[in-house]
């Protein structure tokens, strides 16, 4: 089985795994039930927002922080061009030029809603920030910081590329899940240095993952391969971060935001502020 790598799967038996216009095409996409817009008035210019009915918890998130005043005055305090601008961190506000930001929250994380392929990262995307997968395994998402993804086009080669690499990471992950599943009998062949057993096993796993993997041969669906070639986005963050709702006007604000100058830090140089946000009719 080549889609594993032998050293990967020795470790893993040996040890037990750890566990155009660029708004047109996003306005032509239908509202759903439960969909809310949200206006983001900022020092550069206005973005109007929709949150997505299916993300429920992040979506009542959202609006429940916009009617308590609390995006109100925070900065965009990540900036960097050809990926996103993202906004949320509570210190930020009236923070000191130069300081480092991005740690704060309102002490809560709200649950994954990741639903891909039907929400995605193209261009104009809103998606929540969250902690890596070592500490936040569940893939929880903050409490309100968030992210519009500006991104970058990409070739059909490329594309391909990524696509071969996210079908043999999931082959991967669903090797690891098995190899959770016996752990304590990987662990007992370990002891007795059963290593004829550790490979029986080994195949055995082999050729369940093959069989639950056999229809994995695309990754991307023909809308998001047409969106990422024509208007571009993040597609290595597919299915990692909860998407809840995407930019239907003010993408050229945003385009604006993402080319400012910036520190160390990717905050920029120039505080760029949400002056208000409020949910429209």
Excluded at 53 to 69: C, I, M, R
Excluded at 149 to 155: I, L, R
Aim: proline share 5%.
């Amino acid at each position: 089985m080549k889609y594993i790598l032998p050293i990967v799967i020795a470790l893993a038996l040996a040890i037990g795994l750890r566990a155009h216009n660029p708004n047109t095409e996003m306005n032509d996409l239908q509202a759903n039930p439960g969909d809310v817009k949200v206006l983001l008035h900022t020092t550069m210019g206005d973005i109007t927002l929709l949150l997505y009915g299916d993300t429920p918890l992040h979506t009542a998130n959202f609006v429940k922080l916009v009617n308590e005043g609390f995006y109100d005055g925070l900065l965009f305090h990540r900036v960097i061009d050809s990926f996103m601008i993202q906004w949320g961190d509570p210190t930020s506000k009236d923070a000191p030029k130069g300081k480092h930001l991005g740690a704060g929250d309102p002490s809560y994380r709200i649950d994954a809603e990741i639903d891909f392929p039907k929400h995605f990262h193209h261009r104009g995307a809103l998606a929540a920030a969250r902690e890596g997968d070592a500490t936040n395994p569940e893939r929880k998402s903050s409490g309100s910081q968030f992210y519009i993804v500006t991104g970058k086009k990409f070739s059909p080669a490329q594309l391909d590329q990524m696509e071969h690499k996210a079908v043999m990471r999931h082959k991967q992950e669903v090797f690891d899940s098995l190899s959770m599943q016996h752990r304590d009998s990987i662990m007992a062949m370990r002891r007795n240095r059963d290593q004829a057993g550790l490979e029986a096993l080994r195949e055995q796993l082999a050729v369940e993952t093959e069989r639950l993997t056999a229809n994995d041969s695309t990754y991307f669906t023909p809308e998001q391969r047409d969106l990422y070639m024509r208007e571009g986005g993040t597609p290595h963050l597919d299915g990692a971060y909860t998407v809840f709702g995407r930019v239907i006007s003010g993408m050229d604000t945003v385009d604006k935001i993402q080319k400012v100058e910036t520190d160390g830090y990717d905050r920029p140089l120039e505080d760029v502020k949400v002056i208000s946000a409020k949910i429209l009719p």
